[in-house]
Structures are given as structure tokens and as C-alpha cells.
């Protein structure tokens, strides 16, 4: 048994054009979505339901892959890998995209097509890392955008308003991960939401926003003050109960961890020099909140005191 597969027993994704057949792809999980689930127009009183990941296979090459089926099929399917993994495709449907509407919810990719996964004729199999190219396992490293491609977190601050609602791209270092916050909303959907706060050479604390699994089990894998992280196709806002301007996490988003470019080495190099002041202005912060909240309470202990001595 070869110690790896080698990349050219498969189709590789450039050579991809719709109505190809019997097909066999391989690629590094750069990106992955959350189940859903949507009314079935054909079936009344029935869910389909469908979830889409992204697989590179060479730095300039990857693709959206989405798979539709019932629910036990699609979560099934989505528990079986994470980003990270290398999986191999079968039997793939080829199609072209529809640029403007996928591409307004998917991640930007340089091919024309898409791959579809159907339960009937298309199989996954994820490859243990012994199995799998070295080259292809050094792909989860590359940005999918330039690496000169992004806002500082200095220039999001700067700009400020001007920025709002744009998708941009973020290049910055982890200072910590919020728990996994869970809550059920008055239709009955269940969510979650997660706070990472991030920094830089000249911003101490800029939070990103995550709401869906994918990007939270993502998250909650970083080193806080260890990691940097490129977030291509982040969406900016203004936080008006903050006050502040904000990233998050969207469908479009892929992240890469600690990206093998000059720039991210650059910002690792400093988080590097810096943890033991940053531990410190952490440990400053953290006692200034405990003293803001004890002095709160005593405060309000008095005008509940002082609102019974008048009853």
C-alpha cells in the first residue's frame, strides 16, 4: 500500500467542467456550513435538508460542494469530517455555478462549477493525515485571498461607519474565546453564539461574531495569544449597543488558521514578543471589571437601602 494517494489517480478540480462522470476528487475541508432545513415542495409536511463545504486541491484551485437529502443522510454526512480533514469525492453531479446568486451566499471560488453529492450515487471518505500528501495537507494554511488582501484592525476602527455592512477580509491574532452561548428563539430554532475577541500591533480587542457550529468548533481549537487567523469574507457592522464596530462570521466566510504568509508571520512574531505584557494588561482589565461591578452592587445596595428607609 502507497504511503500516500497520489494526486494524480484524481480528477483534479481545475480540469472540473459540467457533465463529467464516474468522477474521483480529493481535497483539504477549507470551509463548512451547518445543516439546514427547508420545506420540501415536492413531499407537503416534509423537510429537505442540506448543508455545503469547500475543497481545495492546489493553492490556486477550490470548490463549493453541497449535498441534499433527508435529515439522518445530511447529518450523518456533515459529522463525518471537519474542516482540516481531506476527504475524497465519488461520483460527483458537475455543474456549472449561477455566479450571482451562489456567490452571494457561498464562498467566492475561481472555478465555474460546483460540485452536487446526492445519496444515491456520490460517496465521502475522509483520509487519515498518514494517507494524504503533504502538499495537500499544506493547503489549509493558504489564505483563499491575497495575502496582502485585509484590513487591519486599526483600519476597520478608523473608518469606522463607512465600513458598515461591508464583507471584507481580516488578518489578526486571538486574544480569547468566549463559551458557546445556547438559546432557543421564539419560533423554536435553536442557536448559538460565540465571541472571539481578537487584536493587533495597534488594536488590544476587536470581537468577531460567530453563530453557527462550524465556525465555533473552529474557533474553540485556537490558542488565545498563540493563533493568528485570516478571515476572508467577514461581514462589518456597527454595534450601537457597543458602540463599537464588530466582524462576523457569515455563510461566505472561510477561515484560515495561522496562514503560511509574510504578513501573518509579521503579526505572529509580535503576538510572540508581547504575551507576557498582554497577559498583564489582561490581569489589570480583569481586576478594573471586578472592581467596576463590586462598586456597581454596593451602589445599588445603598438605593435599595436608602428606597426602604423612605417606604
Known amino acids: 500500500m502507497a504511503a500516500f494517494f497520489a494526486l494524480k489517480n ?5 480540469d472540473l467542467h459540467p457533465n463529467m462522470a464516474h ?7 477549507i470551509g463548512k456550513t451547518d445543516v439546514r432545513g427547508f420545506p420540501d415542495r415536492k413531499n407537503i409536511g416534509s423537510e429537505r435538508y442540506t448543508f455545503s463545504f469547500t475543497i481545495r486541491d492546489s493553492p490556486i484551485h477550490f470548490v463549493n460542494a453541497t449535498s441534499w437529502g433527508n435529515e439522518d443522510y445530511i447529518r450523518s454526512l456533515s459529522n463525518s469530517f471537519r474542516v482540516g480533514e481531506c476527504v475524497i469525492i465519488e461520483n460527483p453531479l458537475i455543474q456549472r455555478k449561477e455566479l450571482e446568486r451562489e456567490e452571494k451566499f457561498s464562498p ?4 465555474d462549477c460546483k460540485l452536487l453529492l446526492s445519496e444515491d450515487h456520490s460517496t465521502v471518505k475522509v483520509c487519515s493525515s498518514c494517507e494524504v500528501d503533504t502538499k495537500l495537507l499544506s493547503l489549509i494554511h493558504l489564505p483563499v485571498k491575497e495575502s496582502r488582501d485585509y484590513y487591519s484592525l486599526s483600519d476597520i476602527v478608523a473608518n469606522g461607519h463607512s465600513l458598515d455592512g461591508r464583507i471584507i477580509n481580516v488578518l489578526a491574532a486571538v486574544r480569547s474565546v468566549g463559551e458557546p452561548k445556547y438559546f432557543t428563539t421564539s419560533d423554536r430554532r435553536k442557536g448559538q453564539r460565540c465571541e472571539v475577541k481578537l487584536y493587533d500591533e495597534m488594536e488590544s480587542s476587536f470581537a468577531m461574531i460567530c453563530w453557527d457550529n462550524e465556525s465555533i468548533l473552529l474557533a474553540q481549537s485556537w490558542m488565545p495569544r498563540e493563533t493568528v487567523i485570516f478571515a476572508s469574507d467577514v461581514r462589518i457592522s456597527f ?5 463599537c464596530m464588530t466582524a462576523t462570521v457569515i455563510s461566505k466566510t472561510i477561515i484560515t488558521t495561522n496562514p503560511d504568509t509574510p ?3 509579521i503579526l505572529l512574531n ?7 505584557t498582554s ?6 482589565n480583569s481586576y478594573l471589571k471586578e472592581s467596576i461591578n463590586f462598586f456597581c452592587i454596593r451602589q445599588s445596595k445603598g438605593w435599595i437601602e436608602n428606597q426602604c428607609a423612605l417606604m
Request: negative net charge; without cysteine.
Open 23 to 29: 468522477l474521483k476528487i480529493i481535497g483539504i475541508v
Open 108 to 111: 467566492t471560488t475561481p472555478s
Open 239 to 243: 454595534d450601537r449597543f457597543r458602540n
Open 263 to 265: 504578513e501573518a508571520n
Open 279 to 284: 497577559l498583564l494588561d489582561d490581569e489589570i
Open 270 to 276: 509580535f503576538i510572540r514578543e508581547n504575551k507576557e
Open 10 to 14: 484524481f480528477t483534479a478540480l481545475s
